[in-house]
């Protein structure tokens, strides 16, 4: 089986007048196309995990391998460059850039990689938003929108470049429990028709069983590591 | 490129009256700058007119003991076919005295070529009175006024070799200088000949010249082809003090600039500062979908750039307005402007290239906290 992501032995120590250790030692790799949780209570480090897994953070030991490849050697340019191509972040901050519409803001990761805007790239940027009920709403200003709106603005922005991983913290984590409903729905619903590898941080049980991998962190370490 | 570009004009639109702000500081400064550099130009300009531009830039004269220029139709006809020369006339000029109303007063006895002199003091714009006449005299203001003498009236000159003669005054005249108003006596050349009793001599060859500030070059030039008991001098070296003033204008001024320029960098540098931590926000996740950091440089350096030019499009407009006005305002009990206008197309378009390059300087350090920004400092504080 080929794995789309993987940590090996993964330290991560925040410097400051007292270094903290937040990651012990983690080794995990991540199937591709599966579904998987990562569940803990809050300061366990599920967000120090995700952001290393993302390259947005150095993890201080160990390595990150994604798609088979370490990224120990990127400079900070083929880091951005893979961010770009193969991952696809949504946090539990919307992040929209205010001064753009919400269908530039879904392009945006597309211009990041190239400056032609073809239609082809319109077209799919367009059937995405469709697919998160977005249609109406496409050329709001991404400030004028409810916030489940930004937030499915902000995962069709993670889907726009067709990247081969999905990595997303508590993305419901600021929507009321309905709209969280409909949004992992639609999480699955893209899951299905993408084959893309989703890794998901959430505090809500319900999403987590239906995950076909359960991943518990307690204390920077891997506490629980369950299969469906 | 064309993102940066596309994202640093979103940014400068999405806050329109901020960012016009900014371009109306950095025009006023360029505009002050624009004002300042038009008006000293234009006050050296009407200087330097006032003080040569009625007179000769260079002036041929001779070293023989009488003072005057052996076979000067020769040289005459040399120098003014010139085509390079505005204007060239031979003058006899000889110092006397006159007693009239007795009054006892030093004059200078100036006969020149007519109209060739025209050229040069423009005499006949500055009769105020009568006119040149064959054998009559024109005299000064002001030395009129001391001898209390009005046209048609006698005067009598005393050469400085003893002749003595009567003189009819034909008319009046105003150079502009109180010097010269209260001692020349004017006449056309063979009148002064005929009154010094010079047969066909004269003692100076005055040459005008387009460009002013190019005498001393024309009069080394001449030097090396005239005579050698000849002398070529030019307005530059009599006037050491006027040119030492200009040139104390000129570091005032170019002074004065530096430090608005200083300004204005100054004042952009903590504005783009602001926005940068406005759009750090932006910026981190524009770093985490993978914006190179250079890109994210790139932003602000635009930034900076765009500022830059509609700023220096205002400061030139701003401070024509600025001049355009003083010569409407500051003007003289005729209404002509107090200082003229001299708008130098060269200095505008350098106003407006500052103004850019003060704009880009500024953004450099915004540029590089962007380039540095590191996502993790937004992703980690939402
Ligand atoms: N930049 C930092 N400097 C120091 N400590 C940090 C920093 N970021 C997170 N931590 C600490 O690391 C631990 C794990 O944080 P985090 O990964 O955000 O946990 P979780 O996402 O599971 O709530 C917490 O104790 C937090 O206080
Ligand atoms: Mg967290």
Redesign the pocket.
């Known amino acids: 089986m080929v794995n789309a992501l993987e940590l090996k032995h993964v330290d991560k120590v ?3 007048p007292v270094p ?1 250790q ?1 990651l012990f030692d983690i080794n995990l790799a991540f199937a591709e196309n599966s579904f998987n949780a990562i569940i ?12 290393i897994m993302g390259t947005l953070d150095r993890a201080t030991k160990g390595e990150v391998w994604v798609n088979s490849q370490s990224t120990a050697k990127l400079s900070r340019d083929g880091l951005a460059e893979l961010r770009n191509q193969t991952i696809g972040f949504v946090f539990q901050f919307h992040f929209l850039l205010p001064e753009f519409t919400a269908l530039e803001n879904v392009l945006l990761p597309h211009r990041i990689g190239t400056s032609i805007i073809s239609k082809e790239i319109v077209d799919r940027a367009h059937d995405i938003m469709e697919l998160m009920g977005l249609s109406k709403v496409k050329n709001n200003p991404s400030a004028r929108m409810s916030g489940g709106q930004q937030q499915r603005t902000a995962i069709a922005r993670a889907l726009i470049n067709q990247p081969s991983i999905i990595l997303a ?2 993305p419901t984590g600021n929507l009321d429990s309905e709209t969280t409903e409909t949004t992992y729905e639609l999480l699955r619903k893209i899951h299905q028709e993408l084959n893309t590898t989703f890794i998901i ?1 959430t505090h809500d049980r319900r999403v987590a069983e239906k995950a076909d991998r359960i991943v518990e ?1 307690r204390d ?1 370490k891997i506490a629980l590591d369950m299969y469906r | 490129m064309r993102l940066a570009l596309a994202i640093a004009s979103r940014f400068l639109l999405s806050s329109k009256s901020q960012s016009v702000l900014i371009a109306l500081g950095i025009g006023v400064g360029i505009g002050v700058q624009v004002f300042i550099g038009s008006l000293i130009t234009g006050l050296q300009v009407s200087l330097i007119d006032t003080t040569i531009g009625n007179s000769a830039h260079i002036t041929i004269t001779s070293r023989n003991a009488d003072r005057t220029i052996d076979d000067w139709q020769e040289l005459y006809a040399r120098v003014s076919q010139n085509p390079k020369y505005a204007a060239t006339s031979a003058t006899l000029t000889r110092p006397g005295f006159t007693v009239t109303n007795n009054q006892f007063e030093t004059i200078l006895i100036r006969g020149f070529q007519l109209p060739q002199a025209d050229g040069i003091y423009n005499l006949s714009q500055a009769l105020i009175a009568g006119e040149f006449r064959s054998g009559e005299v024109v005299i000064g203001r002001e030395l009129a006024t001391e001898l209390n003498i009005e046209p048609g009236d006698e005067i009598t000159i005393l050469t400085g070799a003893g002749q003595r003669s009567q003189a009819v005054v034909s008319g009046l005249i105003d150079l502009k200088v109180a010097a010269i108003n209260r001692s020349w006596v004017l006449m056309d050349l063979s009148t002064a000949q005929e009154l010094l009793k010079i047969e066909n001599l004269v003692t100076a060859i005055e040459i005008q010249l387009p460009d002013v500030f190019t005498a001393r070059e024309e009069a080394e030039r001449l030097k090396t082809e005239l005579d050698e008991y000849l002398r070529v001098e030019n307005w530059k070296d009599q006037n050491e003090q006027l040119l030492t003033g200009l040139q104390g204008q000129s570091t005032s001024s170019l002074m004065i600039q530096i430090f608005v320029i200083i300004a204005i960098s100054l004042g952009i540098t903590s504005v783009l500062a602001i926005t940068v931590m406005q759009k750090s926000r932006q910026i981190g996740i524009l770093k985490a979908m993978g914006i190179k950091d250079r890109q994210a440089s790139l932003i602000f350096l635009f930034q900076g750039l765009m500022l830059g030019i509609l700023g220096g499009i205002l400061g030139i407009a701003i401070g024509l307005g600025l001049a355009f006005s003083f010569t409407k305002f500051a003007v003289n009990p005729d209404g002509s402007p107090l200082v003229p206008l001299v708008i130098v197309p060269t200095f505008l378009i350098g106003s407006g290239l500052v103004a850019i390059a003060a704009s880009i300087l500024a953004s450099l350090a915004p540029a590089r906290r962007s380039q540095k920004l590191d996502p ?1 400092e937004v992703i ?1 504080n939402g």
């Open positions: 925040y410097d400051g903290t937040v803990g209570s809050s300061g366990s480090g599920k967000s120090t995990l995700l952001n913290d508590e941080i962190i920077g | 993790m980690r």
